[in-house]
């Protein structure tokens, strides 16, 4: 959020509230509104309504040209990254707080000239035009100050800290120490497309094949245009995010349940190698996506609305992945919108749903049998929190050893469990945060 406060520079600039004497509002809209307009919508969901970013986009208009939706996407995304550091630059503008509509226009405009190399007249323009009438000529006055002043403000700025909310960086250092600056500074740019093959399938043209076994693509790549993509020769899934079902371990023949299973990365890794699999996911039209994705990768499973919390299975299972719900704030360089759409409150009510699906996982596996536990979350409540109430549950942890993950020793603990974090093959391009561990039925 802006901050309110007198305009240190402010000169040129109206009152919020007060219409403006010239509004300098063209009389036909200038080109690319709709884009910004798709953008405004992409933002007020996230900031205002804390929706999803994801579930924001398919609520756009249908008729809206792809191309203005794909641009939309990428201002949206480029706001809701860098939100600190632009209404840093803002504020000494702005004498109080504007309205979210002018809010939203500012920080699009604000984007644009400073982040995404837009020409000065278009960015300013179209901000203009996208603002409420009353908000017109304080938008133009700012966004031409932002244009000359700007740049060197933004230079001065501490980015990585000003574009974490206050309670993940408190978080992460605790967590972390002063990794947390690294985590922060991979949150500013977007990732790679990874993807996990199918079982000899040979990666394409520009692909670097990671040592998990991932191929990585530059960010930016869309997957649907990649030979191979029809065929189901792969499927999309952060490198970090392939791990967990590797660490499984799973043999062909075996019973596996994956619960919680949409949209399927994890079911289609077990199936590829061979398991007998059960996916379970509670949302039914997730189930339908994860039905899609299988149908494509011509993988079988078996798969079941219910929620994995009360599920009774037919039979006990010799493996299962639990890939639990979590407040996904090791996804942020993907989803930047998980920064400003999740709280600090949200990682209490998470863990708890992580143990209700823990305890009845244990429940479901044969003695003897193994469980992968895993969350995309960086912070520790849904990680490591959750050994101490596994021993409770019959579970026995089981460690990883580095040996069994090429490339990546410094994600083993050394209570060996998985962590993985933004910030590590930086060269590389980072990965998402995740945790996992394994255990045995006693
Ligand atoms: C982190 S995502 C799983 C990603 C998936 N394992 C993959 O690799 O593609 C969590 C999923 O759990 C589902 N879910 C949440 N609570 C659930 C429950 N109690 N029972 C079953 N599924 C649940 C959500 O709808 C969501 O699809």
Redesign the pocket.
Known sequence: MMRARLARRGAGCHEAGRPPPDPQRPLTPPPGLPTRKAARDLIAATLDDRRPLEEALEALPRRLDPRDRAAAHRIAAMVLRRLGSIDEVLSPYLRKEPPPPARHALQIGAAELLLLETPPHAAVATAVALAPRAFAGLVNAVLRKVATEGPAALEGLDAPRLDTPAWLWTAWHAAYGPAVRAIAEAHRGPAPLDLTPAPGAEPPAGAEVLPTGSWRLAAGTRVTDLPGFAEGRFWV?DAA?ALP?LLLKPRAGERIA??????????AQLAAAGAEVTA????AG?VAR?AENLARLRLPATVVQ????T?TPPAPFDAI?L????T?TGTIRRHPDVAHTKRARDVQGAAE?QA??LGAAAKMLAPGGRLVFA??SLQPEEGEAHLARAAGLGLVHDPFTAAELPGLPEAITPAGCLRTRPDFWPERGGMDGFFAARFRRA
Do not use: H, N, S, Y
Request: net charge negative.
């Open positions: 899934q995010a079902a994956d619960l919680c299973a949409a949209p399927g990365g994890k079911t379970v996911e509670r949302d997730r994860l219910a929620d994995a919390a599920w992945l890939d639990a719900p979590c996904a749903a209700r699906l969350t995309c």
